[in-house]
């Protein structure tokens, strides 16, 4: 389901909920020709549409990145402005969760609601299966857990995060770990993948000197870069959640059900 760009994007009054949804897909006459969209105005239209599944009365997952707050920014909205009613947002970082207080969104936690309406977020990379790499941010424990309990799972990107294979676009799938003797961990990762080729660094903060990123859960992130395709997903995942000191990893497998990508030529909508 395609549904052209061309619309929104005649004015920077133009509405993006209105837009989206207006969009002729065959168009009588030849389209006007538009100003090339940047990638966080893509992320903004994907973004906007998912939200279009949001309920009054819904509890909401709140994902965590640039692509999610746009989200988590238009719920606010329409909660402030009447047309969304009585929502929970549980949120998936310390950083979300200041962000939608911010907003006046209503927060609680898995603790009080163990199943959640809804969860919108964005990824990393997202495979023809609808597989996905999560975590760059560094929130992917909390994602998981959120995303995991939720009964639709909503992933918003742009068209540049659609890979062939999960870890194909040669950027890190992030594994989570616990501080203590990490280099151990990181080199029991590294073994796992030998017949593929992997290298495993330490993730760091250039903007604290070089220390160790730390997650909200005080754990560190060691990301893995392979030279080749993966292979069997399941069993790569089950793998490392195997090797002692690993607490999560970035691969969301089987856990999407709608996703909603925003490019050039329009928004595309992929469902399990």
């Given at each position: 389901?395609?549904?052209?760009?061309?619309?929104?994007?005649?004015?920077?009054?133009?509405?993006l909920?209105?837009?989206?949804?207006?969009?002729?897909?065959?168009?009588i006459?030849?389209?006007?020709?538009?100003?090339?969209?940047?990638?966080?105005?893509?992320?903004?239209?994907?973004?906007?549409?998912?939200?279009e599944?949001?309920?009054?009365?819904?509890?909401?997952?709140?994902?965590?990145?640039?692509?999610?707050?746009?989200?988590?920014?238009?719920?606010?909205?329409?909660?402030?402005?009447?047309?969304?009613?009585?929502?929970?947002?549980?949120?998936?970082?310390?950083?979300?969760?200041?962000?939608?207080?911010?907003?006046?969104?209503?927060?609680?936690?898995?603790?009080?609601?163990p199943?959640?309406?809804?969860?919108?977020?964005?990824?990393?990379?997202?495979?023809?299966?609808?597989?996905?790499?999560?975590?760059?941010?560094?929130?992917?424990?909390?994602?998981?857990?959120?995303?995991?309990?939720?009964?639709?799972?909503?992933?918003i990107?742009?068209?540049?995060?659609?890979?062939?294979?999960?870890?194909?676009?040669?950027?890190?799938?992030?594994?989570?770990?616990?501080?203590?003797?990490?280099?151990?961990?990181?080199?029991?990762?590294?073994?796992?993948?030998?017949?593929?080729?992997?290298?495993?660094e330490?993730?760091?903060?250039?903007?604290?000197?070089?220390?160790?990123?730390?997650?909200?859960?005080?754990?560190?992130?060691?990301?893995?870069?392979?030279?080749?395709?993966i292979?069997?997903?399941?069993?790569?995942?089950?793998?490392?959640?195997?090797?002692?000191?690993?607490?999560?990893?970035?691969?969301?497998?089987?856990?999407?059900?709608?996703?909603i990508?925003?490019?050039?030529?329009?928004?595309?909508?992929?469902?399990?």
């Open positions: 389901m395609s549904i052209p760009c061309t619309h929104f994007i005649s004015s920077e009054n133009s509405s909920e209105n837009g989206i949804l207006m969009g002729a897909s065959s168009p006459s030849p389209p006007i020709p538009a100003a090339v969209l940047t990638q966080d105005e893509l992320k903004k239209i994907a973004a906007y549409k998912a939200v599944y949001v309920e009054s009365n819904m509890v909401i997952g709140l994902g965590t990145g640039s692509t999610a707050k746009h989200a988590v920014d238009r719920i606010g909205e329409l909660l402030l402005q009447g047309k969304l009613k009585s929502i929970i947002g549980i949120p998936t970082s310390k950083k979300t969760h200041e962000q939608a207080l911010s907003l006046g969104i209503p927060l609680s936690d898995l603790n009080s609601y199943v959640v309406d809804l969860a919108i977020d964005g990824a990393d990379e997202v495979d023809p299966s609808l597989n996905l790499v999560k975590g760059r941010g560094g929130s992917l424990l909390r994602e998981k857990m959120v995303e995991g309990a939720c009964k639709k799972f909503i992933v990107v742009d068209e540049s995060k659609l890979v062939d294979h999960l870890g194909g676009s040669g950027f890190a799938i992030p594994v989570e770990i616990v501080p203590f003797c990490w280099k151990f961990t990181a080199a029991g990762l590294m073994k796992l993948f030998d017949d593929i080729g992997c290298r495993a330490l993730r760091t903060c250039p903007e604290k000197n070089g220390k160790p990123f730390v997650t909200d859960n005080g754990n560190y992130i060691v990301n893995l870069y392979f030279q080749h395709d292979g069997d997903l399941k069993a790569a995942s089950d793998a490392i959640l195997r090797l002692p000191g690993v607490v999560e990893h970035g691969m969301f497998l089987d856990m999407a059900t709608t996703v990508v925003a490019g050039e030529l329009g928004v595309t909508i992929k469902n399990k």
